[in-house]
């Protein structure tokens, strides 16, 4: 057999001669050898460069009629001629385009864009006889013709020298260039967000199709971007709309990101939904979460940085399993776990493993909230060194009961409602498990909160624990819609408008809040005795760094319990206790720190505010000439200004020239009626030198500076109020010359420039008064305002009482979007309830179709909120269909199961079982309700 097609076969005479058969090829003979040589040599010095399009090839044999030539012949017979055409590669006889093609790597099939031309270089083929030739033939293209129709309808005229362009579909063309967009940059993570989000438009009504094909592109953005959280994030999201099961995928997630916030709130808000949905479940997943994000803050391989934002993570984690405590009913294991955490952290800093704190909670030693508590370290010296120690048997004292009686008027709905409402919002605080007790549920073991034990490090985060505590008990301040902290009560929005001094109608908004509601953004009074013991535990025994804190945190919390009191009737004898609850922790925090002029403020305040206002300049007195640094005096100057700027005007003026002048209060106080021109000149030159001064050092002072208001912001809002007070026209023009300075910050995400930034613009709008004349300058300053704190409720009710009095009120509509915020989406609902006031009587909103459409894409954007399930459910009246689908989207809610119970009576016992079922906290059993109403 021979090794090339040219070759013929020739018989072998000879056995002996069949290994040497190959020499006898004709491609072997020394003429042939020569011409190929000279072949191709003279390729690179004789031919020109020629370039044909690529076509189809036909074989023909022109010597097909006659028949083959004899032996001898072909051995007389002349190298073959070849004049082949080359491209660029000039050396080379045949190009090889070795660059594969990306769309055909891509899809593994030819794609339909043209592919790659590969040219070929010569005429002929090796290994072909010469009377087979490659013929390259060239088809015409037929031109289509346009055929005119008659139109139905205008058109424009096409001439027949004008090409026909077909209308693609944009849908189709964006896809091809996302496509594109993919394949050549597959690190571009908005490409393929739009191109997921584009299968909705493209495949219509066909939703299942258009999550397959979405799930299946997100898998080759992950493929390509592996480590991409928000890729993931948005594949599960599409394939629970596919898969019933996908547990394995998002335990699989936060296996791969143990450290990523955002992968764990996806995967807690994953258990918290389904039909197959308990509470006990969710817990396991908040459990893992806390002790993941606990363990990484203590690996070697934590920088400093990463370490503190772990732990802040760990601390908004644990604030959402707070508001899933109460929300659900579990509201002793929450009060008794925060109390435990507050005890190693805040009270101690010496414990490090949660087997020392199972050990002090079981063996009895009292704890925060309890009456002769030592705390832990006293314990564990007395733990390590043995002994015996004295049990005193204490008293036990008999609970108020108010609850037991029922009202023979009333249904059996209505009082089982009543009494839940009412043991719900009394019995708080834990019981241990030797104590008897008629309510099992009251009793809280160890194991039930032993693994949501965590220690933190920093101070600003121990400190935040006793936030959280304050805020758990029921203490809100105004702003309790900016963090949606336990905001399934729509009454306590009601409250916060109360609070605000709002000038609007809010009749509309007056919910059911039960009979034991007090109307105020404060805690009940076995709350507030509570809140009152562990304060005064915490200050009188408590590390060094954290008592300052402490101090300052229980200060804030009389401020505001006696803001909200002064504001009703009849609460003369609260203020009075109020103000003796203040002066006694007040004396416990000083008495350690006597130079906290923090505290000596604050209390200042809360004198202020109780009625007693000529207690509170001798406090500030006292204070400000004790003071020697201008930090301190700053602080003493603010508050003086919160508190006398609207009733004493006169009397700021000189306070302030006193601080521009060095610090020169003893003469202010002691001869009030020689402060001369002289010195308010001094003071004010004073003042606008330390503004700028502190505007240069701004960027490094906010950095070191937490917690409280900077140096700067508070000299800011000394001189604007001096110069307000001196009758300038600058005041405005002032302020926003150095808010600009602290919006740089602000916008580089630090958080004390927030804090600066939002007091800065409250300022600005106290001293812009808003009468007729300065209505467009107070409006745009609110909208300036709005710019960098959208969600914040101050700047939010003031536009909505601008706007109601205006002609035109689509600015506030355009800035209250329900897709935002829950906070927004409250505002866009308050503000049209303003708007239609006319139409309104008296709590009954005539046309709520258009709350309900707001209320409607709020719940699509925000799932799992209580609050406006709830809104929509009172807007609604109950529908059923709205009903199913809010406990359906929040099954662990125990404010949307009693109102499914307030709005379908006849399911009471349905519902209470499902509760039961699901785990959810109930402390009236209905058996007993029938019971005393049979009685």
Aim: glycine share 4%; net charge neutral; hydrophobic share 35%.
């Amino acid at each position: 057999m021979s090794l090339f097609p040219s070759a013929s076969a020739i018989a072998s005479t000879s056995s002996n001669d069949k290994d040497k058969e190959w020499l006898q090829n004709k491609s072997f003979k020394k003429d042939a050898a020569k011409a190929l040589r000279k072949h191709q040599e003279s390729l690179k010095e004789e031919l020109p460069v020629v370039f044909k399009e690529e076509s189809p090839i036909v074989y023909s044999d022109p010597s097909s009629n006659h028949e083959s030539e004899s032996g001898s012949e072909q051995e007389e017979r002349q190298p073959i001629e070849v004049k082949p055409e080359v491209n660029d590669a000039g050396s080379e006889t045949i190009f090889v385009d070795k660059a594969a093609d990306k769309n055909n790597l891509y899809f593994g099939k030819p794609y339909r864009v043209p592919i790659p031309k590969f040219y070929r270089c010569v005429d002929s083929c090796i290994g072909l006889p010469k009377h087979m030739q490659i013929i390259f033939k060239t088809k015409k293209k037929r031109k289509r013709k346009y055929v005119a129709t008659d139109p139905r309808y205008f058109h424009k005229t096409i001439n027949d020298d004008d090409t026909v362009e077909v209308a693609e579909d944009p849908f189709k063309t964006q896809t091809e260039i996302l496509n594109i967009e993919t394949r050549e940059n597959p690190t571009n993570i908005e490409a393929w967000m739009e191109l997921a989000t584009l299968q909705d438009r493209t495949h219509g009504k066909r939703v299942k199709f258009a999550n397959e094909k979405k799930v299946s592109i997100l898998n080759k953005a992950i493929a390509a971007n592996p480590k991409n959280v928000d890729l993931k994030l948005k594949r599960l999201s599409f394939l629970e709309n596919i898969s019933e099961d996908s547990d394995r995928e998002w335990k699989n997630l936060v296996f791969q990101h143990p450290g990523d916030r955002r992968s764990w709130e996806a995967y807690i808000g994953h258990t918290m939904s389904g039909a197959s949905f308990k509470v006990h479940k969710t817990l396991k997943a908040f459990e893992k979460c806390i002790q993941t994000l606990s363990s990484l803050r203590f690996q070697s391989f934590q920088t400093e940085e990463t370490a503190a934002k772990t732990e802040n993570d760990l601390l908004e984690i644990f604030e959402k399993l707070v508001e899933f405590f109460i929300e659900s009913g579990l509201v002793e294991r929450c009060v008794l776990l925060l109390i435990l955490l507050m005890e190693v952290n805040l009270r101690t800093c010496s414990c490090s493993y949660v087997e020392d704190v199972k050990l002090f909670y079981e063996s009895g030693e009292g704890i925060l909230g309890e009456k002769k508590s030592s705390g832990w370290k006293i314990w564990s010296e007395k733990h390590q060194k043995g002994g015996w120690s004295s049990v005193v048997e204490e008293e036990e004292e008999e609970e108020f009961v108010d609850d037991l009686d029922v009202d023979p008027d009333l249904d059996l709905t209505h009082n089982w409602l009543v009494m839940e409402s009412t043991r719900g919002k009394r019995d708080i605080y834990p019981w241990r498990l030797k104590q008897d007790c008629e309510d099992v549920g009251r009793k809280v073991s160890f194991e039930d909160i032993k693994g949501f034990i965590f220690f933190t490090k920093k101070v600003s985060s121990r400190l935040r624990l006793l936030e959280l505590f304050v805020k758990t008990l029921g203490a809100r301040n105004e702003n309790v819609l900016e963090r949606n902290f336990l905001l399934s009560q729509p009454c306590h929005l009601t409250h916060a408008l109360h609070s605000t001094g709002s000038l609007g109608d809010i009749s509309q908004l007056k919910f059911d809040c039960g009979t034991q509601c007090t109307d105020t953004m404060l805690p009940r009074t076995p709350h507030h005795e509570l809140l009152c013991l562990v304060l005064e535990q915490l200050c009188s025994n408590c590390p060094t760094d954290v008592k300052k804190g402490v101090a300052e945190i229980g200060m804030d919390y009389f401020v505001v319990r006696a803001t909200e009191l002064s504001k009703f009737q009849g609460k003369k004898a609260e203020l009075k206790k109020t103000e003796k609850e203040a002066k006694k922790f007040a004396k416990f925090a000083l008495k350690t720190d006597p130079l906290n002029f923090v505290v000596w403020g604050k209390l200042a305040r809360v004198e202020f505010l109780t009625g007693k206002a000529e207690d509170s300049l001798k406090v500030f007195q006292n204070s400000l000439c004790t003071c020697k640094q201008l930090e301190d005096a700053l602080v003493l100057c603010v508050s003086y200004i919160e508190c006398f700027y609207d009733s004493k005007p006169e009397s700021v003026k000189p306070i302030l020239a006193a601080l521009g002048d060095g610090l020169n209060f003893k003469e202010v106080f002691q001869n009030p009626e020689k402060v001369t021109g002289a010195m308010l000149l001094r003071g004010g030159r004073g003042l606008e030198r330390l503004c700028e001064d502190m505007a240069c050092l701004y960027p490094s002072v906010c950095c070191s500076k937490k917690g409280d208001l900077s140096q700067f912001a508070n000299i800011l809002c000394c001189y604007a109020v001096f110069l307000a007070l001196s009758s300038s026209t600058n005041v405005d023009k002032t302020l926003k010359q150095y808010i600009s300075v602290i919006r740089k910050e602000f916008n580089s995400g630090n958080t004390q420039a927030a804090m600066d930034l939002k007091y800065i613009h409250n300022l600005r709008l106290r001293l812009i008064s808003p009468c007729v004349a300065q209505t467009t300058q107070y409006r745009n300053a609110v909208l300036f305002a709005l710019d960098d704190f959208p969600d914040c409720p101050e700047f939010a009710l003031k536009l909505c009482q601008l706007e109601v009095g205006s002609a035109i009120t689509s600015t506030a509509r355009k800035l209250f979007s329900p897709a935002t915020s829950i906070a927004a989406a409250f505002y866009s609902i308050y503000f049209e309830l303003l708007s239609h006031q006319r139409t309104a009587v008296h709590g009954n909103y005539v046309n709520p179709s258009r709350v309900i459409n707001l209320l409607e894409r709020a719940v699509t954007k925000h799932n799992h909120s209580v609050l406006l399930w709830r809104l929509l459910i009172h807007f609604s009246k109950g529908s059923e269909n709205v009903l199913t689908r809010a406990i359906f989207a929040c099954p662990w809610s125990k404010s949307l199961a009693c109102d499914q119970i307030r709005f379908k009576p006849d399911k009471i016992s349905d519902v209470i079982k499902n509760m039961h079922d699901i785990g959810i906290r109930i402390r009236t059993p209905i058996e007993e309700v029938q019971l005393l109403l049979a009685m």
